[in-house]
């Protein structure tokens, strides 16, 4: 008997058993994912966005009495035995008999139609599919005179002027030059508009296009970089500027005259260095992307405050730019001002300001419509000189403690360096030091914390980017899953949809969509898969906590390889991943809050589908797997900012015949990867982790396995990796290890001995 069965399952087990065998309960998320991988197009008009999907916009659509476009209340009563139903069964394809079973106890099974309602478009949804399918393909046809794109995005008339610029031309229509220099003006910007947007596609920039719902200006260039990072990269052991040097020298930067200060980059205000006719932000280069479907939350406000009660208005559209103008303009070749920018998905820099010729005090963006929660930056600086020492200041983190005061270095990326030496990612920065400055904390008592490092430069006149942890933004996953479902280490891409497939469980707040991986043998008969017990993993509900994504990365590729453990573990279990939990904050470069400015760690308890749509679903996607099998565990992936090493958080568990059973993955875990530190974890539930996913997982679904599996932002503190920075392979292998333990697991010898060891 499987002793790892949650107490409330273990007695009804065999019984259930012996039931299923002859009633199966669909697993709507697999059927939705076999739905998709097999091209089954009236099944998704039908069930994907009439039925199936989560979605959160019903409850909204309520509060503000707009009927629902897609006409609801139909759909719902129209479900079963519809003609859909039976286009489907008529259908062929290998899983016709599974379908066909599913399908068929749809009709009588009155709680698969357990969605929401449909989307928020007043599209219908297979033209809507299609204008997604659309908008992924980089499209090599140029016909961007149109206002209407193939691509699926709609240009704003950058052609047509506005009223006042068209009042404007029709006195000053007499004078034919005039009107001819406005013409080809206006042809140039659309000339260079064109060609941008041309490379774009190129380039794959416009697929899977972020959706932000903030007033922000944001370019929609993607940034890649190469997967090389210095391996063994030592922490830092060296100091000669300490924190009361630092905080004595900010002291005098106070108290000295502020006019040799001056602002150099701005990713809100209005940059001074440009005129009306030559634009800072050039209207011409908007994408304007395609309406939000998704809930749009009226108190957003950029600055991040909540606005007062009653005051609506907040544009449901995205500003994002095909490009955006540097906020300095160099004055000449002799100006060495670092151009700094930050406006590109997941990056964070609020204001540079250059305080001498070489040192910058930069301050930090608050997550939207928080009042804080500021720890992750990414940004980059152009216009670089290699003979000179530089010296940041960042201000306004605000944990108090912080592992850059025990060794971790900077990462920076120089495009140079990359070109020239192949080296991607590194650790850079002498005198390190994380401190408390003299700036109070907008909310409550207290103060906030700099971070300052002096550094070299490689190379003159480089493109460097400067980061709190190794970027992974919202588009890297979005492809890493394309190319996960059709194999593209192989030369030809070949599905593989015999062992994953994915869906989308609802969309964020601001309409991104939340990617679903379901990964198992899917070439098993129905009713093998149907006894197959589930394991939820979830990763990056903390944005800044870009670790989580590697070892998100690492898990989905092993399961899906053709190593044995993964051969048997898809055998033995339905996996169900969300790499991306917080896509929003993601792009926009939070490090905590979604774009509602909360934490969604701490919302399981009573999430509403109109601010939390995330975690909503994640619970409505638990029930309706435990209406169709068990869950043998759940694992939420964070990174951690204070601890060295891998390890794990659990729950305690008092049944006695059940004693050390949660201790057993993590004791296993620590023996198979050196950066696992059994000694790190904790299984004490304290009392403002109550609102966690681990924890309520634990209490309202009585699964013994839930746990957070924290990884450092540092490194390990001991065994092999001892006192070097992770890498992305490092924790890529994480992932790995960590199925390796859940293989493992299950097998009865290591399961004594894990036990005895854990009773001595
Ligand atoms: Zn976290």
Redesign the pocket.
Known sequence: MNTYLTPGFQDSKIEERKVRKTKINPDKDLLLARAILENEEELLKKNLDGQQKYSAGEKYNKIRNKPNSSTPGTNVGKTPESSTDKRILGKKNMHISINEQIVSKKSSNKSFVYRMNSSFSKESPVKKQRATKEANLPSINNKTSDASQPDGLVRKKAGKPSKAENDSRITKSRDGRKRQRDKSALNNSKTQYNIELQKLKQAGDLRWTPKLCVDIPMSIERIKFSQSAYENDNKWNYRIMGKEDYQRREQIKKLESTSQTQVVYDSLDKSPFYTDSNPYIDDKKLLEAKKNSGFVNPNINPRGYRRQKGITGIPNKDKIYTSLNPYYILENEEDTTLVFESRFESGNLKRAVKIEDYEYDLILRNDYNSQGYTQWFYFRVTNTRSDKKYLFNIYHFYKPESIYNEGMRPLIYSKKKEAKEGVGWMRIGEDICYYQNTTKRKSGSGFLYSLSFSFDLPFNDDEVYFCHHYPYTYRDCKEFLDNLCTDSRREERVSQKDRIRKTEICKSLAGNSLDLAIITNFLSSEQDISQRDAVIITGR??PG?SNSSFIVEGILEYLVSDEVEAIQLREKYVFKIIPMLNPDGVILGNYRCSLSGQDL?RQWIAATSRVFPEIYNMKLMFKKTLESRRIFMYVDV??HSRKNNCFMYGCSNKASDKKNYEKIFPMRFSELHPTFSFEDCSFNVQKDRETTGRVFVRREYNILNSFTLESSFLGASKGIYQDTHFTPEQLKDVGRAFCKTLNDIENPKIKASMLKKLSS
Do not use: S
């Open positions: 509900v903390h906590e760690n964070h990174g």
